[in-house]
């Protein structure tokens, strides 16, 4: 099998690509240092249309295509991975609707986000549940036409700056999984409190927040599926977003990759660019040919979410694996490649080594991608 | 020292009360001899003290390691007795910190293409031009600073000097913001018509390459034990935290059919404490040898090559461990991965070190 970018696809890229190396590289180094949400490139994404890739036309959108996120976001990570999430959050906050939601839902939901207008978030993980996302405590009880909220959510990507939360709760408490549902959130209805922001390694302009949800009253006409469908919907995002994840962990390591052989072609040791030498050549050439196996299976695990394949989940998992112990291997030696001036923040290697840790772990971790390959083989 | 190692990362701060601790506990003068005031041990005393510092903080070890080895050694191996009455019980008591500056901005695993001149001027020198990735910058009292006496283009135009931090023309220049090791300054010294007489002047013309490989020889003995502690410090941390996960039953044995289904964990932390360990013995075996005045060149390459691939592994492989929670900003776990990173490319890239290790493979005999 192979993977053929459609015109259009291929038109979306260039177009993100331009304007990401116009105004978003010459902004990651500010946005690491700071630490702070790029509101100004949230309002760039949205202007120019590159919010609506998640969302098919009917929704207000300009394709809806898995693979057509995949190249935007690793478009975007190759020059600043805090900014490639502001459209794979975009995505991963917005697939609960697009998956489960009814007509009326999505047409109601999707247009806003499509347009930029409102930005999206995707709620499951909490404090004493991560990997284990069934052991959730969030509860949401129904009282007539309304549900009301309480728990608190973990480790929330954009939970701060989003205007709609997709949140998953508990509506049967004592039962397992099978007790959990999903709503959205929509900001000024269903206002939910921001408890803290993480400082963390990397993706530090990416706010991640701590979500607290106090008596916070959701309309029944927002909850996506039936009650108790709320797990199944979690996981068919997550095969729907790894490749995304698997894309974002692609372009860092490419950005890093960018940069360190124009690096070893310029710098001279021993009176020759330290390119000439065998030891740094094996290093390049192992360093291009792991970017280039990990691009194939990104885009291939997200060819089989655009075709709804049997097996997506499998390679979904396998894509966000690989592509991220790849980035995680790859931005290290970049690093090695720069010496000491890898190092030091006067250079972009070390923060895409610090950004590439996280694609191992959120999303779920690695180790779950394992256990989740090893039951789709075992089954 | 351990509770201050957050603090000293996120504030990018000197640890000076950790310093003067190390000092008071005679740390800064391990390998000095008694007759100069120090503790007069060995190389893996030295790399013992290192690791255990590294385990706290290793932003403070590496201060430490830096003083300690090459800032501190050249002197003890190369200098003349007059020298030695001078630093050594300065340096040996804390009092005053010492350096190594080598690297230059074109310079790096080239050292001895360096530029920095040193042009005789009577009885002295006049010292001029710029060292960079320099450890310990703006804190040390005594640089040991290569540079050019002769016309000789390569290594045998290169002499040592020590460097008085206190010296007219002794200048500070760029402080480098760093992934890790923020405790810990690097920058650039700047030295412009520095006046240095002969008397500190270590070793002969011409001499000086030959004291600036020694002094790493036994430097990465020390980046050694550093790594070693930093991956025995990610080590712990995964331990307590998969303890506290309840990978230990309540009778405190560890039931080998209660564990097969969380096999992933168990087998990572098992990689972890096997390669740290054939780590530390190769680390220490470096350091017995040079103990016992025998070769140890191609051993402390290997050592430093192993110990520091290996203590970014563990780090990042702790970290994956400890998930979320380790990636936050002040989390043990994520610190070690920043600073780790730091020892595969100091005190000689582990690119240099296989360089070292094929010629003392391939060397004739």
């Not at chain 1, 020059?79 to 906050?93: E, H, K, R």
């Not at chain 1, 007509?103 to 999206?120: M, T």
Request: glycine residues 10%.
């Amino acid at each position: 099998m192979d993977f053929e970018f459609t015109a259009e696809q291929v038109a979306i890229r260039d177009t993100i690509r331009e304007l990401v190396q116009d105004r978003v590289a010459p902004r990651a180094a500010e946005i690491d240092q700071t630490g702070e949400y790029p509101k100004d490139i949230e309002t760039l994404f949205a202007e120019n249309g590159i919010l609506g890739v998640p969302f098919p036309e009917e929704y207000g959108g300009i394709s809806g295509s898995s693979v057509t996120i995949c190249m935007g976001i690793e478009e975007i990570a190759k020059a600043c991975a805090s900014s490639s999430l502001i459209l794979a959050v975009q995505a991963l906050g917005s697939y609960p609707i697009l998956v489960a939601g009814s007509e009326e839902q999505k047409k109601r939901l999707c247009p806003p986000l499509a347009s930029g207008e409102k930005i999206a978030a995707y709620a499951l993980s909490e404090p004493g549940s991560g990997s284990d996302a069934a052991a959730m405590k969030t509860r949401a009880k129904k009282y007539g036409h309304e549900y009301v909220l309480n728990g608190t959510k973990q480790f929330i990507t954009h939970g701060s700056v989003a205007g709609t939360l997709v949140v998953f709760a508990e509506t049967q408490p004592g039962s397992d999984h099978r007790g959990i549902s999903a709503f959205v959130l929509e900001r000024e209805a269903s206002p939910w409190t921001v408890a803290k922001l993480e400082h963390k390694l990397g993706i530090r302009g990416s706010p991640t927040a701590q979500i607290v949800l106090e008596d916070v009253k959701v309309p029944a006409a927002n909850r996506l599926g039936d009650e108790g469908a709320g797990f199944k919907i979690a996981l068919a995002v997550l095969d729907r977003s790894r490749p995304g994840i698997g894309a974002q962990a692609l372009g860092i390591a490419e950005g890093a990759f960018d940069y360190a052989l124009n690096y070893v072609k310029e710098r001279q040791q021993f009176g020759q660019a330290i390119a000439t030498f065998q030891g740094i050549q094996f290093m390049l050439a192992d360093i291009a040919t792991q970017i280039e196996a990990a691009r194939h299976l990104v885009y291939r695990a997200a060819t089989k979410v655009d075709a709804k394949a049997a097996d997506l989940t499998k390679v979904a998992a396998m894509a966000k694996l690989f592509a991220s112990d790849m980035a995680m291997r790859v931005t290290t030696d970049c690093v090695q490649l720069l010496g000491g001036y890898g190092y030091i923040s006067d250079y972009p290697v070390e923060r895409m080594m610090r950004d590439a840790k996280i694609t191992q772990i959120y999303e779920g971790t690695n180790q779950i991608q394992r256990v989740v390959i090893a039951r789709a083989l075992l089954r | 020292m351990r509770p201050l190692a957050a603090e000293v990362d996120r504030d990018h701060r000197f640890p000076a009360e950790a310093i003067k601790a190390a000092a008071e506990s005679g740390l800064m003068g391990v390998l000095i001899p008694r007759e100069y005031g120090g503790a007069g041990m060995d190389a893996l005393a030295f790399a013992i003290c290192i690791e255990e510092l590294a385990q706290a903080c290793a932003a403070t070890a590496v201060i430490v390691d830096v003083h300690t080895s090459v800032g501190t050694e050249p002197i003890l191996l190369f200098g003349d007795e007059d020298q030695k009455r001078k630093w050594l019980p300065q340096l040996a008591s804390g009092q005053l910190l010492g350096a190594f500056a080598l690297t230059e901005p074109a310079s790096g695993s080239d050292a001895a293409a360096l530029k920095m001149t040193a042009r005789r001027n009577g009885s002295g020198y006049v010292l001029n031009g710029t060292k960079v990735f320099i450890t310990n910058i703006g804190r040390a009292g005594l640089y040991v600073v290569f540079a050019r006496t002769g016309p000789d283009e390569k290594a045998a135009g290169i002499t040592a000097f020590l460097v008085p931090a206190d010296a007219d023309g002794v200048r500070i220049g760029q402080v480098f913001g760093k992934m890790g090791l923020n405790g810990s300054p690097t920058g650039e010294l700047v030295l412009e018509d520095v006046n240095i007489p002969e008397s500190h002047r270590l070793g002969r013309e011409g001499h000086g390459f030959t004291i600036a490989m020694r002094a790493l020889d036994s430097g990465r003995i020390g980046i050694s034990g550093q790594a070693l502690g930093i991956a025995q410090a990610a080590i712990d941390e995964a331990r307590t935290l998969m303890r506290e996960r309840g990978h230990e039953n309540s009778k405190g044995d560890v039931d080998v059919l209660d564990r097969l289904a969380g096999q992933g964990d168990d087998f990572s932390l098992a990689d972890m404490a096997t390669r740290v360990e054939s780590a530390r013995l190769l680390a220490y075996r470096a350091a017995w040898l040079c103990s016992q005045g025998k070769p140890f060149t191609r051993e402390a390459s290997m050592s430093k090559l192993h110990c520091t691939d290996t203590a970014m592994q563990v780090a990042l492989d702790a970290l994956q461990i400890a998930g979320h929670e380790g990636a936050v900003a002040g989390s043990p776990f994520e610190r070690h991965v920043r600073d780790a990173k730091a020892l595969q490319i100091y005190e000689g890239s582990n690119q240099v070190q296989r360089i070292v290790i094929a010629r003392e493979l391939l060397k004739a005999g």
